[in-house]
């Protein structure tokens, strides 16, 4: 049973960061009506420049202090996350209003290969470490009902920890604050949000920028347990599976699916894998969300879509 509980809590803690990047996506459909595939990428971006900028300020200015270079770095990270947004909407989004989907579903998959190809000319190709102080060290806990004690990650608990802060304040954004419902019917509907005097640019920018600093603490969490190298574009791609999951226009479904993803995963791998050779951690949640898009393809608190003829 312990061994049980430590496989759910993995799986738990590992499913708040699918949630977070999860997050993204669903920041930018709810404001733009269309899948951002370059949050990956965007993922990538924002670890590379906390990452390089933590190793450049004290060389630059000459300190050797890490909490300040950790600090400057998120700053710097933080205002290259805003000039993606701002450059996002003026090269791209700005002359795309009132296209069909699919055009800025296209969009976004040119930005996510501008900014890989941005990653590797900015920053260099390597493989970098983020350290940002969180223990590495596990923590054990209810020693006194499980022989042993379960094992846990003190630095999953963190992350954890941080991601479910982040998506709770970003979830009374959408839903308390005039900015989050006016992301809202810039999403329902472009044109009648202009016509009531919501400008269309700057609400872009603003969400581009919230998916861009969600980005960034993603980003910092998983550079910081795998080190920041090319493959956290890939772990970032969980979040399709995810969303799908969800539902596309729900924060709760990002959170609730993330959850269900990371445990299903762990579990699957440790129960069910030993059965199949192994890798089921591999393919676990696309299967599940192929099963999802075939019985219930708004997930499970998207909204239903009626069509009427």
Known sequence: MGFFLETVFGGLMVGMLYALVALGFVLIFKASGVFNFAQGAMVLFAALAMAR???????????????????????AAVASMVAVAWLVERLALRRLVNQEGVTLLMATLGISYFLDGADQLLFGSAAYKIDVGMPKDPLIVLENVFDGGLLLSKEDLYAALIAALLVATLSL?????????????????????????????????IVWSVGGFVALVA?????????VQFSISLVALKAFPVVILGGLTSVPGAIVGGLLIGVGEKLSEIYLGPLVGGGIENWFAYVLALGFLLVRPQGLFGDKIIDRV
């Open 53 to 75: 900028f933590a190793e450049w300020f004290p060389q630059w200015f000459g300190f050797s202090d890490p909490l300040l270079a950790n600090l400057l770095a998120f700053i």
């Open 173 to 205: 954004f959408f839903q308390k604050t005039r900015t989050g419902r006016a992301l809202r019917a810039v999403a329902d509907d472009h044109q009648a949000a202009q016509s009531i005097g919501i400008p269309l640019s700057r609400i872009w920018v």
């Open 219 to 227: 980003g910092v969490i998983w550079g910081s347990k795998l080190g």
